[in-house]
């Protein structure tokens, strides 16, 4: 398996744009979630899906972030407009309810700077 | 709130020492707890699970502990090598399949 897929893996945009991140989850995995990460706070979960349906979005920061998971193998995060504190490396990650389990699997994250 | 902790922060040691790593949550209503590597500029790499219901798990030269009642869960590394420097990262894993992170421990094996 590929693993999961995130793209672009480096975005660089100025202050005000609409910036999309993509990702592709493992196949056959079920819940897939979006972290955020920076030196300050750290990993912080944003949002997470169960069977492409948004189940907690209490991390989201503000409205200018948004997120859709249009079938089982494709989502996104938005951010839009954009500000340079939303600097960050942004994380998709999925995994599988198999025995209560729930491994949480990485991608490779795609840096975001915003200027 | 759940808050986790990991002691020490950063951690430098000459290749072949064996090395505890410590991570601390507040919250003991856990599901399980994962360990993590992460490697400079990259994703993160799932090294351990361990359930709630477990006391250890093991990996190759990793030996994962929990005691869920105190909180407390450690990351025994055997052996250290070169290749073992990175960004070590535990997550306890809370209601509604939520991981919540430490800061991690910087680990750097000399060789």
């Known amino acids: 398996d590929a693993g999961v897929i995130q793209s672009p893996r480096h975005e660089v945009t100025e202050m005000g744009q609409e910036v999309t991140l993509r990702c592709k989850p493992i196949?056959?995995?079920?819940?897939l979630f979006w972290y955020r990460q920076t030196m300050m706070r750290g990993l912080e979960l944003l949002i997470y899906f169960n069977n492409n349906v948004p189940i907690d979005d209490s991390g989201m920061p503000e409205d200018r972030f948004s997120a859709k998971m249009p079938n089982a193998s494709f989502s996104t995060l938005k951010i839009q407009p954009s500000e340079p504190r939303d600097s960050a490396v942004y994380f998709c990650?999925?995994?599988?309810?198999?025995?209560?389990?729930?491994?949480?699997?990485f991608g490779p994250g795609t840096r975001l700077t915003v200027t | 709130k759940q808050e986790v902790t990991q002691i020490p922060a950063a951690l430098s040691v000459p290749e072949g020492e064996n090395l505890v790593l410590n991570c601390s949550f507040t919250?003991?209503?856990?599901?399980?707890l994962q360990w993590f590597r992460q490697d400079p500029g990259k994703g993160l790499t799932s090294l351990l699970l361990i359930q709630s219901s477990q006391r250890e798990q093991t990996s190759g030269r990793l030996n994962a502990s929990l005691d869920k009642s105190s909180g407390r869960s450690t990351l025994y590394i055997a052996a250290s090598q070169p290749g073992d420097s990175a960004t070590y990262l535990c997550?306890?894993?809370?209601?509604?399949?939520?991981?919540?992170f430490g800061a991690g421990t910087i680990l750097r094996v000399k060789s």
């Open positions: 919250d003991s209503a856990i599901y399980n």
């Open positions: 997550a306890p894993r809370e209601y509604g399949n939520k991981l919540v």
């Open positions: 196949s056959g995995h079920d819940y």
């Open positions: 990650a999925s995994s599988l309810d198999r025995a209560l389990s729930y491994e949480q699997y």
